[in-house]
């Protein structure tokens, strides 16, 4: 888990469903579009399962 001082923006690695959550507006405007090349397919957006 990483974290701003302020908790705007993080990370939270899940570690049995092999995921990494990624939350803050500044963050995700930095790294969404590499995010699923390196990462794969998104599994959840704000919460709500993303459809196949």
Do not use: I, K
Not at 13 to 20: A, D, R, T
Not at 27 to 44: N, S
């Amino acid at each position: 888990m990483y974290l701003a001082e302020d908790f705007r923006f993080g990370t939270f690695g899940h570690p049995w469903e092999l995921s990494l959550c990624v939350f803050g507006g500044d963050l995700l405007d930095l790294v969404e579009a590499d995010l699923h090349t390196v990462l794969g397919q998104v599994m959840r957006r704000n919460g709500r399962q993303v459809p196949v």
